[in-house]
């Protein structure tokens, strides 16, 4: 403990060097930006950057690119909050309460609520790395195909608790999200699936056109086919701040979001994506009132909110333990180093403590500096909602068409976000609810995949999830919610669906 | 049909209006067929720079990833063969059509479409195997393979993929059956071998070598001509017995139909930029070493590589 300590002080020495802490405070800036425009997230944003770090020294090319990697994801609610655009997978499901909220004039507590969520998450996801990283890498890579599938067959059966609607039709969305999911090359046999020959579409439809188009797109749309324009929002500063209530409904979301999003992000692959629809799902199952959510529930904003920013930091644990990424973004920031001549490995704590310990000491203080840069600037986020929509619209609209194009300098993701602006249009016309096919899309490739790696590793072998313990634990878990989920279906009535007048009785 | 003769006369001679010009007067475009920090991109962006030096004009990165590689490609196969876009290619460029021959699919670009400039980094694979395995030699690993006909398994970038294709050239040398569990990328692929959940894997030196020397992973024995520089004591499968080469490598492709001239100044461009120091050393962080060659050369190397690779991916098969 004294060791930690000690070690954690070498680090703060490190990043209150004036020039480790200017580039943190850059690094927070330029991400929130890039996070705050529609359809770029933080793979972009530090994609675009890594090119810029390497004349730097690796303690601050690290520093800079996890500044923008956490700036992101602070950002990436804000325009999720305010015009309904995730900026990436995470923030999908802020969109649907984030936004309600905003519709009813309460868009600053959302805001305030999601930067201190993700301050509190941040931190204690540092203070999780700082302490337990070492022990918890050896157990993240005990997560093999089978562990993966079993998680996220957790994750499928969290769908049931998402969405406000029926569940049949919760149910159709989500079929929609996982077929989507299959267009691509078949990563098992190569295999080019439902690709009519566009070799774009290889590696299948990318999540943020997508969640880009059916969120925000069709919410343009919406707008358009109003005979009266929305009302132009003048919140008072009183309404920029949470309520008491608002504060208390949020404490316990935003503590379980960290605890979870800090335990699926250390999990190597990119299972940290559906760490904000699990705690959605969670939120909603655990309320005393699950029928607000949707309906602008503040617990619907903190807790996933906390929970993307956990996943975050905890992604950091196997990448800085054991020098293997966790997914996309960790990717980059290996190469960040590695161009610098660093090899990452198991070594790195031992070898680089100044790289360690810095960049452990540098992500406490780029949490402050967020907490301190996005409270104040709630008020000026908010009184973008003062532009007239005629003016605002369009703007949006050049913004996602430009951040979706830059991903992957693609024109295919272009076209796949405005052919989806169009389906969420009509989908949301007939009452569908569109956050099933996000979490639909995201799940369905992992899903196939790690099952078919499981049992590719045992040979067809179904038994393998039964010979490895932490499957089998999760597995029950899975079980257990199914359940629950499919105990309304089975018992009508019973279900606050049916409270609220949603599904209706059998017989009538 | 007139009009189309005219309409190519008036191209042609645009062209050569272009080819008269010195060339570069404008940017140049290098298209890296990956995301940012993968080989191609921690490869081209030094080249880039160094070619910067050379050509006096700017010299820009343009990550155009998807379908391993393939969007890439063809986008520099079919962009106007003008010298102005060139592509920093893996050797997956060989086996992409290949994969779309086996499926019957319409090729995204063949390699005629495009013209080699040169080689400028090679790197051999090297045989891992998780440290439980009770084995240190290739004759351990055969044997072990061989009392136990497919119980071993292997992970792999993802299949025809650059792990992959070694790894079948292996298993078919030695008349060898292992499970193949593919991943999508070269880490995720040393991820499943750390934990356990696959007995070997093939890994470029730059991914392993901190696992090695944290005696996380064993080297067994590498696909080179001749043995790495790093890894001395890992023998070659030549030394062993087996009659099997095979290196990642990257190299810089035009596309096909840019005129003599231009290849000519990019040829010598290429040849200068990898001379130079600052090159080198980026290159050495990366443990990547400079493997130059110059277009005649490289287009053999190429060729001899495509018809290796598409032996083994014909002896793969279609993957059931």
Redesign the interface.
């Known amino acids: 403990m004294i060791e930690t300590f000690n070690s954690l002080m070498m680090g703060f020495s490190v990043a209150f060097q004036p020039q480790v802490l200017m580039y943190a405070f850059f690094g927070c800036i330029i991400g929130t930006l890039v996070g705050m425009m529609p359809g770029l997230g933080p793979l972009a944003g530090i994609?675009l950057l890594?090119?810029a770090t390497?004349g730097l020294n690796p303690i601050i090319a690290i520093v800079l690119l996890s500044g923008v990697y956490y700036g992101a994801m602070y950002g990436g609610s804000t325009t999720s909050i305010l015009m309904r655009i995730p900026g990436e997978a995470a923030s999908v499901m802020t969109c649907v309460d984030g936004y309600a909220m905003t519709q009813q004039g309460r868009a600053g507590p959302a805001l305030a609520i999601a930067a201190i969520g993700s301050f509190v998450a941040g931190t204690l996801g540092v203070i999780g790395l700082m302490l337990l990283a070492p022990t918890l890498a050896d157990f993240a890579?005990?997560?093999?195909?089978p562990e993966y599938t079993a998680l996220l067959l957790m994750g499928l059966f969290v769908l049931a608790y998402m969405s406000g609607g029926s569940m049949l039709k919760t149910l159709a969305m989500a079929v929609f999200g996982l077929l989507l999911g299959m267009i691509g090359?078949d990563?098992?046999?190569?295999?080019?699936r439902f690709s009519f020959?566009i070799?774009?579409l290889?590696?299948g439809v990318g999540i943020v056109p997508v969640a880009v188009g059916l969120f925000g797109i069709s919410e343009i749309l919406m707008t358009a086919g109003q005979a009266d324009p929305p009302k132009v929002q003048q919140p008072s500063l009183r309404q920029l701040i949470p309520t008491a209530g608002d504060l208390r409904h949020s404490a316990a979301p935003i503590l379980r979001g960290s605890l979870l999003g800090f335990m699926i992000g250390i999990i190597?692959?990119s299972a940290h994506i559906i760490s904000s629809f699990v705690s959605y799902g969670m939120e909603r199952r655990l309320s005393k009132n699950p029928e607000r959510f949707g309906h602008g529930a503040i617990e619907g904003v903190a807790g996933p909110e906390s929970a993307n920013n956990a996943a975050a930091t905890g992604a950091f644990v196997?990448m800085l333990a054991?020098?293997?990424?966790t997914g996309?973004v960790t990717?980059?920031m290996?190469?960040?180093i590695?161009?610098?001549?660093i090899?990452?490995?198991?070594?790195?704590i031992q070898q680089q403590p100044d790289l360690f310990w810095g960049f452990v000491a540098s992500m406490y203080v780029g949490n402050v500096v967020l907490l301190v840069l996005n409270l104040p600037m709630v008020g000026l986020f908010v009184n973008l909602l003062r532009i007239p929509y005629a003016y605002l619209y369009p703007c949006i609209l050049a913004f996602c068409i430009v951040g979706c194009y830059s991903v992957?300098?693609?024109t295919m993701d272009v076209w796949i976000m405005l052919a989806m602006g169009v389906v969420g249009y009509v989908l949301r016309k007939f009452g569908f609810d569109l956050a099933p096919v996000a979490l639909g899309l995201v799940l369905g490739p992992m899903l196939e995949?790690s099952l078919r790696?499981a049992l590719?590793?045992s040979?067809g072998e179904y038994s393998i999830f039964l010979h490895r313990p932490i499957a089998v634990t999760m597995l029950v878990i899975a079980a257990v919610m199914l359940l629950f989920a499919i105990k309304p279906l089975i018992f009508k009535g019973k279900d606050w669906r049916s409270k609220v007048g949603l599904d209706e009785p059998a017989d009538s | 049909m007139n009009k189309r003769y005219l309409m190519a006369a008036l191209l042609l001679a645009c062209g050569a209006a272009q080819a008269q010009e010195a060339f570069p007067s404008r940017p140049l475009t290098m298209v890296v067929p990956f995301p940012p920090g993968g080989v191609a991109d921690v490869t081209g962006r030094p080249t880039a720079a160094a070619l910067e030096k050379v050509l006096k004009q700017p010299v820009t990165i343009n990550n155009r990833p998807g379908a391993g590689g393939a969007v890439g490609n063809a986008a520099v196969a079919n962009a106007r063969p003008d010298g102005y876009t060139v592509v920093m290619a893996l050797s997956s460029i060989t086996v992409i059509p290949e994969a779309d021959k086996l499926f019957n699919r319409k090729p995204a670009y063949t390699l005629d479409q495009l013209a080699p400039i040169a080689l400028v980094s090679a790197d051999p694979v090297i045989l891992v195997v998780h440290p439980s395995l009770p084995v240190k030699t290739l004759k351990d690993v055969i044997a072990l393979a061989k009392k136990q006909p497919g119980e071993l398994s292997y992970s792999s970038s993802g299949v025809y993929g650059a792990l992959h294709m070694p790894m079948e050239m292996f298993l078919h040398a030695a008349q060898l059956k292992m499970r193949h569990v593919p991943t999508t990328g070269g880490g995720p692929a040393i991820t499943q071998l750390l934990g356990g959940h696959v007995t070997m894997t093939a890994g470029g030196p730059a991914a392993i070598t901190s696992h090695v020397k944290a005696g996380k992973l064993r080297p067994i024995v590498t696909w080179g001509a001749e043995r790495h520089p790093n890894y001395k004591e890992v023998p070659t499968f030549k030394e062993q017995g087996h009659d099997i080469v095979y290196y990642i490598w990257a190299g810089m492709f035009a596309p096909a139909g840019t005129p003599e001239p231009v290849m000519k100044v990019l040829r010598d461009a290429v040849r200068q930029a990898v001379g130079d120091a600052e090159f080198k050393a980026q290159m050495a962080r990366v443990n990547s070493p400079v493997n130059y060659l110059d277009a005649p050369d490289f287009a053999k190397y190429v060729d001899a590589d495509a018809k290796r690779l598409a032996t083994v991916v014909k002896a793969i098969g279609r993957v059931q």
């Open positions: 994609s890594l090119p390497f890579l005990r997560f093999g195909p090359i990563v098992m046999s190569g295999y080019t020959g070799t774009e290889g590696d190597p692959g196997p054991l020098g293997i990424p996309p990717a980059v290996l190469a960040a590695m161009v610098h001549g090899l990452p490995g198991p070594m790195l992957s300098n693609n995949l790696q590719a590793m040979g």
